[in-house]
């Protein structure tokens, strides 16, 4: 697992320290903040890690981490990525299952990363990142850009995750966490989402009826993307979820059942890292903090500074709170003053 | 004569005697008692050339506690401003004798069709945090008993002792 975290001079991160780091971890924060350009951050490092050594794969760790960074962020060289305005270079420090892994370069980079430290061993998991939007509609697109293409545009964490929802799914018993974990997310839609390689597209079954994967519920694509990878075996008990704004499509009770189902999961080894600026996503995983007490660090933007907590001590000071509260005063002003 | 009495721990007041009506301790109360739940006072409110308001106001020392449910917890807050509502309502069409003598004089004369009502819990240091679900939860439970007396839908507020002092309703 992914055990503390350094950045520096990370593109609009000009300084992250997050250590203690558990199963669930949640980063809050408006637009703009920087939670997801965090999520991606941590998913190229983790990736990198993963593709290391993995088969017959050539590329050195400096080589495959400038490429993730490259597909990734898109930007013209990796030396984009160092914060404009900084004198310094850009370092990330990551303590990896109590192991160092460290990297940094400066804003003259473009595909050399001068300075990379690895102690972490080869990890045989994966991670993966869910974007806010499903992909499972887009997933031909998606590759073809990719793959035949070489395009901008959808980067790593799209083409990624359409590679992973291509694997089959995988006969056998699955992890009982996971098996339960994908029965509660097919049961909150009452249905499944599969491929269907006859017609080779995605569709949703639900009892006997078949629908077509575009005319099927956003939400229910997002959640059926969870399902496919746990179901064809892609995330393991070691793998890391990275999910952006998992309140995207979805209604506050269903957001509900997801966050059940994800502190399940994390329960049972998977470690998630939650971007989100929804009420309901940090209440929910607040219930789950002090029901279960369980320790959720969680990171919040605040005036430019990163600040940390964890939900086990209480709810975190944080403009998404307060704006719940400043609508409520709103509401008691209305009917007192 | 202005008046001062602590409920759940607060010091309410000072309110003006002839506007404010202490349901518990009327004789109307006692005849009828028997089974029934009743917020702590009734206060009339108005600015001179302003329509009056009727605060209904129940004090609680504490947010729901764990384990109690917060329906339950609301259900009960619900039944003491509805009666007191009714009380109120009642009183003014005469139909308890008692009203024509204990209602404070502001309550015996203030205009019932055109006042507005204010049903407010203030619930003693409860954090601001944990506000607005209540007040969402104390605005679904009056739902009801907002509609068919024709209430302002913002009719409801749940408050803590620190708006309350704000809102001139403790000391």
Redesign the interface.
Known sequence: MLNSVELDNFGPLRRIRWSKLSNLNLIIGANSSGKTFLLKALYCTMRTLEEYQRGNEQRSAAEILTDKLYWTFQADKIGDLVTKSADGPLGCKVKVDSREFRYGFGKDTTKNIASLENHVPPRGSNSIFLPPKEVLSLQHIILKSRDVDKDFGFDDTYYDLAKALRLLPTKGKNHAHFAKARESLEDMFGGKVEFDSSANRWQFKKGNQKFQIGSTAEGIKKIAILDTLLGNRYLTKDSIVFIDEPESALHPVAITKLIDIIVSLADSGIQFFIASHSYFVVKALYLAARRQQVSIPVLSSIEDQWITNDLRAG?PENPI?DE??R??EQ??E???G | MSIEFIESEMRFGPFQEENCFRIEQSDLYRRIQDGLKIPEFVLLRSQPGDIASVWIVEAKTSVPREGERLNQYMGEIREKLTNAIQIIFAGRLLRHPEAIHEFPRALQEFDLQAAGFKCVLVINGAPKQYMAPLQSALAKEMGTIVKTLGLDPDSVAVINDEQARNYRLIV
């Open positions: 709810m709170i719940s509260i609508l409520y509401e008691v209305l009917a007192l």
